[in-house]
């Protein structure tokens, strides 16, 4: 653990829950895995498109309509609609099929539970401060362990845009009516965690490297209040 700057007192913790707290990379892989045969099995015309076209509609989705990326679900709601659309299906096939594909997606993409170690960590935690999650991801929380354990998690969409822009966070500090200054940010990002929390006027904690990564990164313009090697270090916490 090393500290850059004091920590001043705080009743909150914040986390970050994709590459924080698990390794998140080979769930998506296997979702998308998922979400690919399921497809192919239920929409045959799509066997002549793989990952990469997939891919690169999505970025084009991205380029034409760059508030897609504030927004995981919907993003990828309207590249399942507009792919499928490509592919020669119906207006009303593509929506369904669109709409059955993200609920596979989505099943497939909180289909794991965190570690029992971070679990137990999380637990005594709790006990000395409140915790939430700010995520710019789309997983239930309650679907992988972390039910009862945090007070709420905010998602970006419905016109929150994703970390590191300061609205998540402010949000935040309204739903628990503090000042931001007293939440505590725990994630792996440079930008999206640490520049987001403290350009918002959070306390920030960098996981660095993130969970499951063995190189570690560069600062992203300002340094966290604390650096950590792996989550467990939060112990020190309490």
Not at 127 to 133: D, N, P
Not at 161 to 176: R, S, V
Request: hydrophobic share 40%; charged share 20%.
């Amino acid at each position: 653990m090393k500290i850059y700057i004091r920590p001043q007192a705080f009743q909150v913790i914040s986390f970050d829950l994709d590459d924080t707290l698990y390794d998140n990379r080979p769930i998506i892989v296997a979702a998308e895995s998922e979400l690919l045969s399921f497809l192919q099995q239920h929409y045959p015309k799509s066997t002549k498109w793989q990952f990469a076209d997939w891919r690169r509609l999505k970025l084009a989705l991205f380029k034409e309509s760059p508030e897609l990326r504030h927004d995981t679900t919907v993003a990828r709601l309207t590249m399942l609609e507009r792919g499928l659309l490509q592919l020669g299906y119906d207006a009303q096939t593509a929506k369904a099929g669109a709409k059955a594909g993200l609920e596979h997606f989505v099943k497939h993409r909180s289909h794991f539970k965190v570690s029992t170690e971070v679990i137990e960590l999380l637990a005594q935690l709790k006990q000395k401060y409140r915790l939430i999650g700010i995520t710019n991801g789309n997983v239930d929380h309650q679907r992988i362990g972390l039910e009862g354990l945090f007070e709420f998690v905010l998602h970006p969409g419905l016109g929150h845009p994703q970390k590191p822009a300061a609205t998540m966070f402010e949000l935040a500090g309204n739903k628990l009516q503090l000042p931001l200054n007293k939440i505590l940010h725990v994630g792996d990002s440079a930008k999206s965690d640490v520049y987001g929390a403290r350009r918002a006027g959070c306390q920030a904690i960098w996981l660095n490297p993130g969970f499951g990564v063995i190189d570690k990164s560069s600062a992203y313009g300002v340094l966290p209040h604390i650096e950590i090697s792996s989550v467990l270090q939060l112990r020190q916490l309490l």
